[in-house]
Nanobody
Framework: QVQLVESGGGLVQAGGSLRLSCAAS????????MGWFRQAPGKEREFVAA???????YTADSVKGRFTISRDNAKNTVYLQMNSLKPEDTAVYYC??????????????WGQGTQVTVSS
């Protein structure tokens, strides 16, 4: 089992920045990849970014150039630095992890989510 705890969400004005954190505990073999997803009201959950243990990353086109994913393997923590935030970035952001290398699929554990609200 892996427990994921997100933090760092909140309310920010358009153009502002936030940094999300997700700390993993438990079976760390299942944290080979860690990712961020988001779900806005009335919309399906969408992929935002992911990072492998080795450091390889992939970021969705919708946030590329504004969001950066990183991780600290020693702390088993993944971060999402979000800059130039837009109102359309408003969503609940979820952290997830898995043991395979596919960036989009195969996430076994999920956090409870943290709300990000961007005001115009």
């Amino acid at each position: 089992q892996v427990q994921l705890v997100e933090s760092g969400g909140g309310l920010v004005q358009a153009g502002g920045s936030l940094r999300l954190s997700c700390a993993a505990s438990g079976r760390t073999l299942s944290t080979y990849k860690m990712g961020w997803f988001r779900q806005a009201p009335g919309k399906e959950r969408e992929f935002v970014a992911a990072i492998r243990w080795t450091g390889g990353t992939y970021t969705a086109d919708s946030v590329k150039g504004r969001f950066t994913i990183s991780r600290d393997n020693a702390k088993n923590t993944v971060y999402l630095q979000m800059n130039s935030l837009k109102p359309e970035d408003t969503a609940v952001y979820y952290c997830a992890c898995g043991s395979d290398s596919n960036y989009y699929f195969g996430y076994d554990y999920w956090g409870q989510g943290t709300q990000v609200t961007v005001s115009s």
